[in-house]
């Protein structure tokens, strides 16, 4: 069990850029999710994926952000056309059987 | 709508001083509640889940308790090492996705 990776961990932009984070989750676990984090907040949910099948994703997330995760396996998080107010921590948590979701260091983007 | 608010916000205990933080709750049918750990910019690490009203986890100097309407992390004698943010969340039993819904924390601070 190495635990779930995310990558980069930081990540600069301009305003309007695109940018793509990665989340490597835990091997076995099915359930992947998405959540992001401003400071002196609790995390927000974006979206969740069972294997391969995007589930849910929430109605606070524009047609700006997409999120993918072939194969079951690892997952990607694009942001179209960045804008200040997307910044923030991008976290990831995965699960497998049990209620339990543990999570990676997480990825910190700042819009300048 | 579900909804967690923990108090208080901000904590300051001297080395030793034992204290409560607390969680309370509304959901449409509760799952489980978590707690989890986060250290400034880093994941939140998982601490415990409990499941129903009555039950207690414990780990090293923590303790979790929970009743129908809250939830308890209770430190003894805790040390400089357990200054953190400490959150919780919730999953409603509705629905397959298993979001967790979560508070603001509280932020620890140990004084040696």
């Known amino acids: 069990d190495t635990g779930v990776s995310q990558n980069p961990r930081h990540k600069i932009t301009k305003r309007g850029q695109n940018v793509t984070f990665r989340c490597d989750p835990i091997?076995?676990?099915?359930?992947l999710y998405w959540y992001r984090q401003t400071l002196g907040q609790g995390p927000e949910f974006l979206t969740y994926f069972q294997n391969e099948a995007q589930l849910e994703k929430s109605r606070l997330l524009s047609d700006r952000f997409s999120a993918e995760r072939p194969k079951g396996s690892f997952s990607t998080l694009e942001i179209q056309r960045t804008e200040q107010g997307d910044s923030a921590m991008y976290l990831c948590a995965s699960g497998g059987t049990t209620d339990t979701q543990y999570f990676g260091p997480g990825t910190r983007l700042t819009v300048l | 709508e579900d909804q967690v608010t923990q108090s208080p916000e901000a904590l300051r205990l001297q080395e030793g001083e034992s204290s409560s933080l607390n969680c309370s709750y509304t959901v449409s049918g509760l799952r489980g509640l978590f707690w989890y750990r986060q250290d400034p910019g880093k994941g939140p690490e998982f601490l415990f889940t409990?499941?129903?009203?009555?039950e207690e986890k414990e780990k090293e100097r923590l303790k979790a308790t929970l009743t129908k309407k809250e939830s308890f992390l209770h430190i003894t004698a805790p040390k400089p090492e357990d200054s953190a943010t400490y959150l919780c969340?919730?999953?409603?039993?509705?629905?397959?996705?298993?979001?967790?819904?979560w508070g603001l924390g509280t932020s620890l601070a140990v004084n040696p």
């Open positions: 409990l499941y129903s009203a009555g």
């Open positions: 091997s076995e676990h099915n359930r």
């Open positions: 969340a919730v999953q409603a039993r509705a629905g397959n996705n298993r979001k967790l819904i």
